[in-house]
């Protein structure tokens, strides 16, 4: 059964006359026919009685009418919806971040320019480690993740939007608060606060000492950025994070910048690969990653001219 067919019958049943609805179908009338031969053939129903003066609709055919009318006004609506989607009217956006964004992204005000310029769009947010928002892409609970990653999982496109070297903070009374250049070795015996090894900077700070042949103690692990800064500020431990978030903590934090070869901490935007590795989004999400790389690239210029 095609939807031709159904516009075909609902055409007839409400013309009552095969020439008036051959001409509101824009087909010849046996061709209107044929088609409606093959639906009856198809239902093994008879939905019409016709002489050469009058039709009238069987009571299969009644029925039928009904339940014609309802499919496609169901087609109707999706179309509808469709291009509702694709007109950004309508629709849902599900983005996850990991947490400290404020230094690199301004994500609340970055949402509020979004839905001033799509008020239509639901966004729904969440909160996760690199991993945890990774799975939520491969399984659609989200569109998109910025998240900081060492290098793209299988299956999953990136594109970085900002690159930070790492540097250490201590406290501000620590030997080795103000200094440069400073080799991971210096950092052997020092006791660290980290975050959970499913986080993506925990995996990159683990690999950077591994490479360097370097042991270190991770003596807190915590979740969050807040804890992290609180407990390095108070000499629990040294921390290693990106020069952004160490620069917004200079009042209270000592920073110690690292010697060659540093680490550079880059944060991507993530989603599900298209054909290639690329990230081919439309919709909602397209909309925003647009917005998000244009923010990045005023964010940018305005640090080149200070």
Request: aromatic share 6%.
């Amino acid at each position: 059964m095609e939807l031709r067919q159904l516009q075909h019958f609902v055409a007839v049943a409400e013309e009552m006359h095969f020439t008036r609805a051959a001409r509101r179908v824009n087909i010849v009338q046996s061709a209107l026919s044929t088609s409606i031969r093959a639906l009856e053939d198809e239902l093994a129903a008879k939905l019409f009685m016709r002489n050469t003066r009058q039709v009238q609709l069987t009571a299969a055919g009644r029925v039928f009418l009904d339940k014609a009318r309802l499919a496609l006004e169901a087609v109707r609506e999706a179309r509808d919806a469709v291009a509702a989607v694709q007109g950004l009217t309508r629709g849902r956006l599900a983005i996850g971040t990991v947490q400290s964004l404020p230094a690199f992204v301004d994500l609340p005000a970055l949402l509020a320019s979004f839905h001033e310029l799509y008020p239509g769009i639901e966004v729904r947010l969440c909160q996760g480690n690199a991993d945890h928002l990774i799975d939520k892409i491969r399984s659609g609970a989200i569109d998109l993740a910025i998240v900081p990653l060492i290098e793209a999982p299988r299956g999953i496109a990136t594109k970085m939007i900002a690159c930070e070297y790492l540097v250490a903070i201590c406290s501000k009374n620590h030997p080795l608060a103000g200094r440069t250049d400073v080799p991971l070795s210096a950092f052997r015996d020092e006791p660290f606060v980290d975050f959970e090894q499913a986080w993506g900077t925990r995996q990159l700070v683990d690999t950077g000492f591994r490479h360097a042949g370097v042991d270190r103690r991770v003596a807190f692990e915590v979740n969050d950025l807040g804890t992290l800064i609180e407990l390095v500020s108070r000499g629990l431990g040294m921390a290693l994070v990106p020069e952004a978030i160490a620069e917004a903590e200079a009042e209270t934090l000592g920073v110690v910048r690292l010697a060659e070869p540093q680490m550079c901490w880059e944060l991507a935007v993530a989603t599900l690969a298209g054909g290639g590795d690329e990230i081919i989004l439309d919709g909602a999400p397209k909309a925003f990653m647009d917005l998000l790389i244009a923010a990045r690239s005023v964010e940018d210029e305005q640090d080149e001219a200070a």
